[in-house]
């Protein structure tokens, strides 16, 4: 595995594990990659019964419409109420300081608790 790929596995084991202790919910875990039909890097994420896909980037090169799209896509593959980018934070690794990215109309359903 190049240093690129263990680099991208540890944040999202990092940002599973958080969430995880966090929401006090033993259910979310990094998901295994399954090809085309992606369904985000964290698994078991809820809102309110609801699937929320969560995307993991730690790259050096800033992508967010790139990363945006492909978090909705994999919502989409997953059947979820909405999909985030968790991104890296140049200098500090603390899981719980890392930024955020998600759309407006995302951001409404998480403010509703997924009630629309």
Same mark, same amino acid.
């Given at each position: 595995?190049?240093?690129? $790929? =263990? #680099? *991208?596995?540890?944040? +999202?084991t990092?940002? @599973?594990?958080?969430? @995880?202790? /966090?929401?006090?919910?033993? =259910?979310? /875990? =990094? #998901?295994?990659?399954? *090809? &085309? $039909?992606?369904? *985000?890097d964290?698994a078991?994420?809820r809102?309110?019964g609801? #699937?929320?896909?969560? /995307?993991?980037?730690?790259?050096?090169r800033?992508?967010l419409? %790139?990363?945006?799209? /492909?978090?909705?896509? +994999?919502? *989409?593959?997953?059947? &979820?109420?909405?999909? &985030?980018?968790?991104? $890296?934070?140049?200098?500090? &690794?603390?899981? %719980? +300081?890392?930024?955020?990215?998600?759309?407006?109309?995302?951001?409404?359903?998480?403010?509703? %608790? %997924?009630?629309?």
């Open positions: 595995m190049n240093a690129n $790929k =263990r #680099r *991208g596995t540890a944040f +999202e990092s940002i @599973a594990n958080y969430l @995880a202790v /966090e929401l006090q919910d033993d =259910r979310i /875990e =990094r #998901r295994a990659q399954s *090809g &085309a $039909k992606d369904r *985000g964290i078991g994420v809102l309110n609801h #699937r929320v896909v969560i /995307e993991c980037k730690n790259q050096s800033i992508n419409s %790139g990363w945006l799209d /492909e978090a909705q896509t +994999e919502a *989409g593959n997953d059947d &979820a109420i909405l999909g &985030a980018v968790v991104f $890296k934070r140049r200098g500090t &690794a603390k899981p %719980g +300081e890392q930024y955020v990215l998600l759309t407006v109309d995302d951001l409404v359903t998480l403010l509703s %608790g %997924g009630v629309q």
